[in-house]
Structure formats: C-alpha cells, structure tokens
C-alpha cells in the first residue's frame, strides 16, 4: 500500500506548536491522533497492509500537497475535494463534512454580507490551504491576504489581533481556540465559504485497484458503523 503523509487539517510543525489544533489530525506527546488518523489506522487493519499509525509522516501542508501531486505512492489527509482539485488527484472517502470560513473576534463588529465586503479586511491564511486558494478564488487580493506556515501561528495572529479575521475550517478553528484557553464565545465565523467533505487524496496514477480497495473497505466501514462510532467520540455526527 502508498505510504500516506497527512495534511490538510495537519498543523505544520513549528517551534512551540503543541499540535493541539484538530479534531482531524493532531499530535500529543509525539503520537499521532485524531479521527481521520483512525479511520485509515482502521483501512490498514482491514487491509492487512502492515502499516499502522506509525508509518504516516507527519509534514507541513504545502509539501504534503506537492509530494503528493508530484510523486507516484504518496497519499494525503485529510484533503478537502473540490473540482479544481478533481483531476488532480484520484479520492477514498468521504471521511467527514466540512466548512470553511472567516472566523474572528465578535468585538470586531464584523458585518460580511458579500464575498466582496472581505476586500476590506486583513485575512490570515495557511500558505496553499483551501482557505486561501478560496479566497483567491472569489477575487480577494493578495494583498489582503496573509500566509503563513503553520496553523499555530494562524491561530496565534488571530488571538493576538493582528489580523482581522482568518479562513479556515471552522470546527478546527474553534477546537484550536478551546485548547489555548481562549473564550469560545468571544468569536464567531463572520461568512461561510465553501461547504465540503474531507478526503484521503492519492496520487493521480495510482492503480485503480488499488482506489477502489480502498473504497470498498471505507464504505464497509460506513455500512457496519464503524465510522460513525469514530466520528462520534470526537463530537461529530456523521
């Protein structure tokens, strides 16, 4: 089986970052976690592939992306699917819902009724994550767009003021604030841009067989209850 590097909702690894951040993939004490991390540890079981959670390597985003685009035998997650990317890629899944959005403290007064009205504001973003290819999809510049790293230190400007607002999936961004002590109720996601589902995304010459093993043991996963029963101890109704 394609040895798998985690991404999309990964945080990239920084001084002081803890990994905290994701209900999707996180890290504690050097272990790998999270609901999307057991629904593949679940796939290798089933497989009988010989990986387990200690095989996936945990990198930043942007090269988890392009090593997957580029090279035969990576896969990424969790990856959300959308039709720029469709082609790109070839897809196992859906693993969870998601929502991608602005998220910003309620003392901004933020009133967002049109994509257009983000054109005033400085938005902080994960270098090549959905929440920037997003924005720059709807015509926001670049100048008012702000890229970084790492999630830690999205999260960090936010808390901090720095920025206005950042995109990103919401329920991250709410779990990352809750473990950093912030008051969840002093934020608010402010505009909605994109609904979707989170993938494992493969390389785009990977074997067909080989795709469609890998559904087949997902969809097995859906239809005994499997997937829900992970989803469920994170929170998440599937």
């Known amino acids: 089986m394609a040895p798998l590097v985690p991404g999309e909702f990964r945080p990239c690894r920084s001084p002081g970052d803890d990994g905290r951040v994701s ?15 057991e629904i593949m540890e679940e796939i290798f079981n089933r497989t009988a592939s010989g990986h387990s959670r200690s095989d996936i390597s945990l990198l930043p985003w942007a090269r988890g992306y392009n ?15 959308t039709p720029d990317r469709e082609s790109l890629f070839k897809w196992v899944g859906p693993f969870v819902p998601t929502v991608v959005g602005l998220i910003a403290k ?25 929440g920037q290819l997003l924005l720059q999809a709807n015509g926001v510049p670049d100048d008012r767009i702000e890229a970084v790293l ?34 969840l109720d002093e934020y608010e996601t402010v505009y909605e841009l994109d609904r979707g589902e989170l993938y494992l995304a493969l390389h785009h010459q ?14 097995t ?10 989803l469920q101890r994170y929170g998440i109704e599937s």
């Open 23 to 37: 209900p999707y993939n996180y890290q504690v004490g050097g272990e790998l976690m999270g609901l999307s991390v």
């Open 106 to 130: 309620k003392s901004r007064n933020l009133n967002i009724q049109t994509v257009q009205d983000l054109a005033d504001l400085r938005i902080g973003v994960v270098k090549d994550d959905i």
């Open 67 to 81: 090593l997957t685009l580029q090279r035969s035998g990576h896969a990424l997650f969790s990856t959300t699917r």
């Open 206 to 219: 990977t074997p067909d067989d080989l795709v469609g093993l890998l559904q087949s043991v997902f969809d």
């Open 150 to 183: 790492s999630n830690d230190q999205n999260f960090r400007k936010l808390i901090a003021s720095r920025v206005d607002a950042i995109s990103y999936e919401t329920r991250v961004t709410r779990w990352a604030l809750q473990t950093r002590d912030v008051a």
């Open 221 to 230: 996963m859906v239809d005994d209850g499997t997937h829900a029963q992970i």
